[in-house]
C-alpha cells in the first residue's frame, strides 16, 4: 500500500465538502422545506403524525401502493430482459447495421412518457387502429397500458446501462474458458452474468424506480388505476393538499432507501469486476445461428418500436386521426395555440438543455469521482452515493414543489432569529431550472458514471500516488478520457431529458422563459393528443439533432485521444 | 501546493458564478413607490387558467388601454395554478389571478392570499356571479356550464336515443358509453360532479351518482378529455364544458351538445387581487379593465355566459340563450366549502374501487 498524498488528500477533502454542501443546498434543505410540511395541517400549524394516520385510514389512497409497486415490478422485469438481450446483441454479436439498430431503440429516450402511452392509445385504443383492424381490444387504459408505455420508457434505459457493463468485459476470462472446455451456456452463467452483475443490479434499479416514479404514463392511459405519482399530482395539482402530497412523496422516496442499500450491498460484493490494466478488449466472434437470431430480435424489437413512433406521426400529420387521415400540418401552428410558444420556446428549451447537460456532466462525474476513486472521509463519501442515488426515486414534482418552497423563501426564522435566504435570488432565473433538472436525473446520469468508473482499475490511483501525480491531473489525464463514452452518454442523457421533462419544471418556469415541453402537459389538459404529438416530433427532432451531434463529438474525441493517448487499457492488446 | 490552489480557485470561480447568477435573478416588485401612483407604466403578473389561444384576443383591448403596461401571463391547468399560488404564499409573485375557477380560488383566502378589491364597473356584474362581501374577494368574468356531448352515430349503431339529460343517464342501457372527468383532478368534474348534489341536494345526490357511476366507462384526468375522447371514438357520451362540446360539434357532424333538462351545474371563472405588501396600481387597473366592456366581449366569443349575462342572442351550437340552461341551485361558497369532503367521498366510493377491479 502506497503513502497517502497529503497534498492531494486536502484538495480531495475541499472538493468532498464542496460536494456536500451542493446535495444540502440542492437537494436536502428543498427537500427538508417540503417534507416539514408532512407534520403541518394545510394552514401550517404542527400536528404530529396526523397526516400518516389519515393516509393509511384511506383505503384508496394505500391501494396505490401496491399498484406502484406491481406496475413497476413487471414493467422492471420485462424490460430488463429484453433490454439484456438487446445489449447482449449489440456488444458481443456480430450483427448488421448494429447503429442503425441501436439508435432506433433509443428513439423512445427522446419524447416524454406522456407520448408513448399517446401512442399506444392511437393503437390499442377503442378507435385504435389495431383495436379497429382487427376487433381485438385488449383493454389498454389501467395496468396493461402503464406497463407497456414504461416498458417502451425504461428499456433504452436498461440497455444503454447493460451495454455499457457488456461491451466492457475483460476477454482474457473468455479465453480462459474456452481452454477449459466450458460450453456457451456454463460460459454465459460463470463469465457473462457475473461480469455484468453490477450493469444489471443498476438496470433494475433505474427501471423501477422511473417507473415507480413516473407520472406521465399513467396519467394519461392509467384510467383510473391510481398509483403513486398521480397520487402525488392530484393531491398537489387537483386538490392542493400539500401536506397529503407530502406524505405520498414521503412515501414515494423509501424504494429509493432500499435501492442505495442494494447497491452499497452489490458494490461490496462487486470489486471483482473492475477490469484490470491488463485487460484486453472483448473481440466479437462469429456464430451464425446466434447472429440470426440476435438480428431478427433486435430488429422485432425496433419495429415496435418504429410502430409507436409511427401512431404519434399519424396523429401529427393527419387531420383528424383516425376518422380523417388526410395530410395536414394543422397540428403544428403552436404559435396559435399557445401563449409564449412557438420559437421562442424552442429557444428557450435549447438554452435550457445547454445549461443542464454542462453543468449537469461536470457536477455528476466530480461526484462519481469523489465518492469512487479517493480515499478520505468515508463515511460523508457514503452519504454522498445516498444522496446522488436519492434524486432516483423523487418525482420532479416533489423536487420543483420542493424547490419553490425553498427558494421563494426570503428568510428561515429559527427559535425567533431570522437569516436572510442567500438562494433567494436564483428563484425565477434560468438556473434554477437547469439545477431542478439536474438534480432530478442525477441519479442514473451518477449510476452511468459509476459504472464506468469502476471499471477503471484502482492501479491507476496507486500508481499516481506513488509517483505523486496529483489526483486532478490524473482525473484529467486518465480518468475523463477512459470514461468518454460514459461522459457523452451522461451530457446526451441530460440534454435530451431537460428536453423533454416537465413534471420538475412545472413550478418553477416563468412566462419569460417557459420551455417547449411545458406545452406538452398544456396539449394533454386539454386533450389535444394531436398537437401534443406534433410538439413531440418536434422535440424528437432537436434531441435528435443533439445526439448527433454528441456521437459526432465521441468519435473526434475518441480518435483524437487514440493518437494521443495509448496506454488506454481497452486499446492494449496484449 | 499547486494544485490545491487550483481547487481553490475553481471553488472561488464557482462562488462568484452563483453570487453573480444571484444577483442578477432578482426582479421583484420592491421599486414601487406611491409616487409613481399615477404612472401607468408598469409591469403586473398575471396568473390564470384561461385557455392558452384565448389569452391574447382578451388582452388586445387592454393593450389598447394601457400600452406601458405589461402582462406576463403565467398560464396552467386550474390546479396547477392555484397549488402555485399557495406554494408561493410566503412572498406572492403573483399581482392579480384572473379567469380562474372560483371554487377553486376561494381556497386562497384560506391562506391569507385575497386582497377584497371592488373593481370599477362592479355594479353591473350580475349578482350570482360576484361576491356576497363587500368589497368583492372575487369577480367573475365568465361562466362555464357542464354539458354533454354525444356520438349520435355510434348510439345509434347501438339502436340508443340521444339522452336528454341526467335521469337519462342512469338507464341500463347506456353503461359502459359514459366518461365524465375525474372530479378531484379536474376543476371541470367538479363544477359537473358536486354540481350535480346541489342539483339534487346531498342525498338524492349522491344516489345519483351511484347509479351513474355503474354506468361510467372511465373518469380521465383532465375537463377536456372526455368530449375529446367522443370526438376520437373512445366513447359516445362524454360530460365536460358546455363550450367545448360546442366546438367539437361544430367540427365533427356526428356530435349532439346536450345542455340536461335539469339545469345545467356551473362555476364562474373570476379575478382576484393578490394581497402583498406592495399591490401596484397596475394590478387594479387590469381588474377594472377585465369586467369592462371590451374585455367582456372579448370572453363572449368563446363563452357566451359572461359575468353581465347573456347578450340576449341565442350562440351558434346553442339551443337557446345559455343563461336560461343553468341551473339555479347553484350555491358556489357551499361547493367550495364541501370541496375536501366531496374529494374523499368521491375517492372512496368509487375511484379506488375501479382502481382496486382493474
Excluded at chain 1, 108 to 131: D, E, N
Excluded at chain 2, 167 to 187: C, M, R
Amino acid at each position: 500500500m502506497p503513502k497517502a498524498n497529503p497534498r492531494g488528500n486536502t484538495a480531495q477533502k475541499l472538493l468532498i465538502w464542496g460536494a456536500v454542501l451542493w446535495f444540502a443546498l440542492f437537494l436536502l434543505v428543498p427537500l427538508f422545506t417540503l417534507f416539514s410540511k408532512v407534520f403541518q395541517d394545510k394552514g401550517g400549524a404542527f400536528i404530529g403524525l396526523e397526516n400518516f394516520r389519515s393516509y393509511f385510514a384511506t383505503p384508496s389512497l394505500v391501494l396505490s401502493i401496491g399498484h406502484s409497486f406491481e406496475v413497476s415490478i413487471w414493467s422492471m422485469g420485462i424490460a430488463v430482459v429484453l433490454a439484456f438481450l438487446f445489449a447482449y446483441g449489440l456488444a458481443r454479436c456480430k450483427i448488421p447495421c448494429k447503429n442503425v439498430l441501436k439508435n432506433i431503440a433509443l428513439l423512445p429516450l427522446f419524447v416524454p412518457t406522456m407520448v408513448h402511452a399517446m401512442g399506444l392509445i392511437s393503437i390499442f385504443g377503442r378507435a385504435g387502429i389495431v383495436t379497429r383492424e382487427l376487433g381485438l381490444d385488449i383493454g389498454i387504459y389501467g395496468k396493461t397500458g402503464i406497463i407497456m408505455a414504461e416498458i417502451f420508457y425504461v428499456f433504452p434505459q436498461a440497455f444503454l446501462i447493460l451495454t455499457i457493463a457488456l461491451e466492457s468485459a475483460d476477454f482474457r476470462l473468455y479465453e480462459a474458458a474456452a481452454v477449459m472446455g466450458s460450453g456457451p451456456i456454463r460460459t454465459f452463467f460463470r463469465v457473462t452474468l457475473p461480469g455484468a452483475k453490477y450493469g444489471l443490479m443498476n438496470a433494475a434499479f433505474v427501471c423501477f424506480t422511473l417507473c415507480f416514479t413516473d407520472f406521465g404514463a399513467p396519467q394519461v392511459i392509467g384510467g383510473n388505476y391510481a398509483v403513486l405519482s398521480t397520487d402525488v399530482y392530484k393531491q398537489v395539482v387537483g386538490q392542493q393538499n400539500m401536506p397529503m402530497g407530502s406524505v405520498v412523496g414521503v412515501i414515494l422516496t423509501l424504494p429509493a432507501i432500499a435501492a442505495f442499500f442494494a447497491n452499497r450491498f452489490s458494490h461490496r460484493k462487486g470489486a471483482a469486476e473492475e477490469i484490470s490494466s491488463k485487460a484486453i478488449a472483448f473481440r466479437i466472434q462469429k456464430q451464425p445461428l446466434r447472429d440470426m437470431i440476435y438480428t431478427c430480435f433486435m430488429g422485432l424489437s425496433d419495429l415496435l418500436i418504429l410502430f409507436l413512433f409511427a401512431a404519434v406521426f399519424a396523429t401529427a400529420f393527419s387531420y383528424k386521426w383516425p376518422q380523417n387521415m388526410a395530410f395536414s400540418l394543422r397540428h403544428f401552428d403552436f404559435d396559435a395555440k399557445l401563449i409564449n410558444g412557438g420559437s421562442s420556446s424552442f429557444m428557450y428549451s435549447l438554452l435550457l438543455c445547454t445549461g443542464t447537460a454542462l453543468l449537469g456532466t461536470i457536477i455528476v462525474f466530480i461526484t462519481a469521482y469523489l465518492t469512487e476513486k479517493t480515499r478520505p472521509l468515508a463515511p460523508v463519501r457514503s452519504s454522498l452515493r445516498f444522496c446522488s442515488m436519492l434524486p432516483m426515486a423523487l418525482p420532479g414534482l416533489v423536487i420543483g414543489l420542493s424547490y419553490i418552497m425553498f427558494f421563494n423563501k426570503t428568510d428561515f426564522s429559527f427559535f425567533g432569529l431570522s437569516i436572510p435566504n442567500p438562494l433567494h435570488g436564483l428563484y425565477r432565473t434560468v438556473l434554477i431550472m437547469i439545477l431542478s433538472n439536474i438534480v432530478h436525473m442525477f441519479a442514473v446520469t451518477y449510476v452511468t458514471a459509476t459504472t464506468s468508473l469502476k471499471k477503471l482499475d484502482k492501479a491507476y490511483e496507486d500508481a499516481a500516488e506513488s509517483m505523486a501525480v496529483p489526483p486532478w491531473k490524473l482525473f484529467l489525464r486518465v480518468t475523463v478520457p477512459l470514461s468518454l463514452t460514459a461522459v457523452i452518454e451522461v451530457a446526451t442523457y441530460f440534454f435530451v431529458n431537460a428536453m423533454i421533462t416537465v413534471s420538475a419544471i412545472v413550478f418553477l418556469y416563468t412566462p419569460d422563459n417557459k420551455p417547449a415541453a411545458l406545452a406538452i402537459l398544456n396539449m394533454d389538459d386539454n386533450a389535444d393528443y394531436a398537437a401534443a404529438s406534433a410538439m413531440s416530433i418536434c422535440l424528437l427532432g432537436m434531441n435528435l439533432a443533439a445526439r448527433l451531434g454528441f456521437d459526432a463529438l465521441k468519435k473526434r474525441l475518441a480518435i483524437k485521444h487514440e493518437s494521443s493517448n495509448k496506454a488506454a487499457p481497452v486499446k492494449q492488446v496484449g | 501546493m499547486k494544485q490545491s490552489l487550483k481547487v481553490i480557485s475553481l471553488l472561488l470561480s464557482l462562488a462568484l458564478l452563483f453570487g453573480m447568477l444571484a444577483s442578477c435573478g432578482t426582479d421583484t416588485a420592491e421599486e414601487q413607490t406611491a409616487a409613481d401612483r399615477s404612472a401607468i407604466s408598469d409591469t403586473i403578473n398575471v396568473y390564470t387558467a384561461l385557455e392558452d389561444d384565448i389569452i391574447q384576443a382578451y388582452l388586445v383591448s387592454f393593450y389598447e388601454k394601457y400600452p406601458n403596461i405589461e402582462i406576463k401571463i403565467t398560464r396552467d391547468a386550474t390546479g396547477t395554478i392555484v397549488s402555485k399560488l399557495i406554494a408561493e404564499k410566503d412572498n406572492p409573485i403573483a399581482d392579480v389571478v384572473w379567469g380562474t375557477a372560483v371554487t377553486s380560488i376561494l381556497s386562497l383566502g384560506d391562506y391569507d392570499l385575497i386582497e377584497p378589491y371592488d373593481p370599477e364597473g362592479i355594479e353591473r356584474v350580475l349578482p350570482q356571479f360576484k361576491d356576497k362581501m363587500t368589497p368583492a374577494r372575487w369577480v367573475g368574468i365568465e361562466v362555464p356550464e357542464g354539458a354533454m356531448v354525444v356520438d349520435r352515430k355510434a348510439l345509434e349503431a347501438k339502436g340508443l336515443a340521444v339522452p336528454t339529460g341526467f335521469d337519462d343517464l342512469i338507464k341500463p342501457e347506456y353503461k359502459g358509453l359514459i366518461q365524465a372527468p375525474d372530479p378531484t383532478i379536474s376543476g371541470t368534474g367538479l363544477l359537473i360532479l358536486s354540481g350535480i348534489l346541489q342539483l339534487k341536494g346531498e342525498e338524492a345526490g349522491w344516489e345519483y351518482l351511484d347509479a351513474l357511476n355503474k354506468n361510467i366507462d372511465q373518469f380521465p384526468p383532465s375537463g377536456s378529455k372526455p368530449a375529446k375522447n367522443v370526438d376520437a371514438g373512445e366513447t359516445a357520451i362524454g360530460l365536460s364544458m358546455g363550450y367545448r362540446c360546442v366546438k367539437l360539434a361544430q367540427e365533427n357532424p356526428d356530435l349532439e351538445v346536450v345542455f340536461p333538462v335539469e339545469g345545467c351545474p356551473w362555476d364562474v371563472e373570476a379575478n382576484l387581487l393578490i394581497k402583498k405588501p406592495v399591490i401596484k396600481e397596475a394590478a387594479k387597473l387590469f381588474l377594472d379593465w377585465a369586467i369592462s366592456d371590451p374585455a367582456l366581449e372579448a370572453c363572449r366569443v368563446e363563452y357566451p355566459i359572461v359575468a353581465t349575462g347573456g347578450n340576449g342572442t341565442v350562440p351558434e351550437g346553442y339551443n337557446q340563450d345559455p343563461v336560461l340552461n343553468l341551473s339555479d341551485k347553484i350555491d358556489l361558497y357551499a361547493m367550495a366549502a364541501g370541496r375536501d369532503s366531496f374529494f374523499t367521498d368521491f375517492t372512496e366510493k368509487y375511484l379506488a374501487p375501479r382502481g382496486a377491479d382493474a
